[in-house]
């Protein structure tokens, strides 16, 4: 049974830092597909990609409203997948969630193109 487990939210002042880490157990990354992505959904809004990194190629991709701030990184032995958070603004705050996916063809931004989720983790960024 594949899980995923998020954890490292918090509060933070608008310009801090925080890094999220999603645990993943019994998912495999053997697949040339094979993708850890993080999702987040601010209230009244849809969940949107913020970033995901192929396990096999390591190609990384990120939204544009974080390139240049973010940073996604895998540890394979440790099962973990992070995403450094830097320069956070106000409308960073958002449940993060992490996912894993390995479909053929699917696009690392959509929600749909994943298959198991975490439970989400709190970020809050005050002004």
């Known amino acids: 049974q594949v899980q995923l487990v998020e954890s490292g939210g918090g509060s933070v002042q608008a310009g801090g830092s925080l890094t999220l880490s999603c645990a993943t157990s019994?998912?495999?990354?053997?697949?040339?597909?094979?993708?850890i992505g993080w999702f987040r959904q601010a209230p009244g809004k849809e969940r949107e990609g913020v970033a995901a990194?192929?396990?096999?190629?390591?190609?990384?991709y990120y939204a544009d409203s974080v390139r240049g701030r973010f940073t996604i990184s895998q540890d394979k032995a440790k099962n973990r997948v992070y995403l450094l958070m830097s320069a956070l603004k106000p409308e960073d705050t958002a449940i993060y969630y992490c996912a894993a996916g390995d479909r053929y063809g699917g696009a690392w931004y959509l929600q749909n193109d994943y298959d198991y989720w975490g439970q989400g983790t709190q970020v809050t960024v005050s002004s």
């Open positions: 990194t192929y396990s096999l190629g390591g190609s990384k």
């Open positions: 019994g998912y495999t990354y053997d697949s040339v597909n094979s993708r």
